[in-house]
């Protein structure tokens, strides 16, 4: 059993950076590949970012590669997203997802957080 709890969230000018934590719990947590998803109003969830238990494997959405960073470290059990040059279309609560199968996929995602909201304003 996996808990995640994300947090970071903020209200942001376009241009501006945040860096969102998601802080697991439970003694396993460094065999899991970790992902970003995102949710904005009236949207589908999508895929932001994703990285494998060691950390040797990232891999980003088109809309958000070259200016968001995925990063963890097992020691402190948390994965980090550094997000730079936001844009008011980055607006969404923003999830944190713990898997076994390295993946750009929700639906293969096991254990899920609470969501933080990021609102970038223009």
């Known amino acids: 059993q996996v808990q995640l709890v994300e947090s970071g969230g903020g209200l942001v000018q376009a241009g501006d950076s945040l860096r969102l934590s998601c802080a697991a719990s439970?003694?396993?947590?460094?065999?899991?590949?970790v992902g970003w998803f995102r949710q904005a109003p009236g949207k589908d969830r999508e895929f932001v970012a994703s990285?494998?238990?060691?950390?040797?494997?990232?891999s980003y959405a088109d809309s958000v590669k070259g200016r968001f960073t995925i990063s963890r470290d097992n020691a402190k059990n948390t994965v980090y997203l550094q997000m730079n040059s936001l844009k008011p279309e980055d607006t969404a609560v923003y999830y944190c997802?713990?898997?076994?199968?390295?993946?750009?996929?929700?639906?293969?995602?096991?254990?899920w957080g609470q969501g933080t909201q990021v609102t970038v304003s223009s």
């Open positions: 997802a713990a898997t076994q199968r390295f993946s750009a996929y929700a639906r293969t995602y096991d254990y």
């Open positions: 439970g003694r396993t947590f460094s065999s899991y590949d």
């Open positions: 990285i494998s238990w060691s950390g040797v494997s990232t």
